[in-house]
């Protein structure tokens, strides 16, 4: 596999779209920062050289689908628009377009079940090795929206969404249907990733690099004295040091 190629594979098809937009450069930097953290999580495994490529390579394709939902819908939020992740595969599928990044089928397919579930709630029911790759990418994305987005609040009235909050005391992703779309609504859902994330480097680098704790500082700062922020980092702090073995 020749990931430089597909590199360019891919630029190529982005520059069908227009990249002078803010929204796209943001998803096309985003693209490859995933496409590292994919290939770090899967060295972090001891995956050999050929399998930290294929983890590369869907990091690179997962949101391909991403530029023409923008595109034909000007948002990124799949409830009002189509899924991104569905969209990639069919764009992936398209005229044999995957071949353009891996003519071998077996990695075709895995690559296509990877990129349709990593943005769903629960992954669908698959074999080990595609299980492992899904994972992977699930991490990397994630890592990368927590590290990159929902950093501030600029909303004028501020509430704590009570579902949103249940979500994370049962350790639980927050559903879209559950959302009111404030800034303090996607920071509590980036919060909640940390219960979707399947393997200890990326819990660690989120440890290190203060990531979920300045998201907790963010929460208290427009929430001051609210018990609601102290369960909050009591519930993932503790979740996060059982999961690493801290406590």
Known sequence: MNLQQCRKEFIHYVKNFDLKESMLMDKFHHTFRVMEYSMDIATSLHLNEEEVALAGLIGLLHDIGRFEQWTNYHTYHDKHSVDHADLGVEILKKDDFISKFTSNPEMQILILKAVQNHNKIEIEQMENRELLFTEIIRDADK????????????????????????????????????????????????LAFVFDIHFDYTLQYLKEKEIIENKIQLLETYFPNDLNIQKIRSTIINYIEKRLNIC
């Open 143 to 190: 890592l990368d929206i927590l590290i990159e987005q929902n950093n501030q609040i600029r909303s004028e009235r501020l509430v704590l969404n009570d579902q949103l909050l249940q979500s994370i005391q049962k350790h639980e992703l927050c559903k879209d249907t559950e959302m009111n779309g404030t800034d303090e609504d996607f920071v509590l859902c980036s």
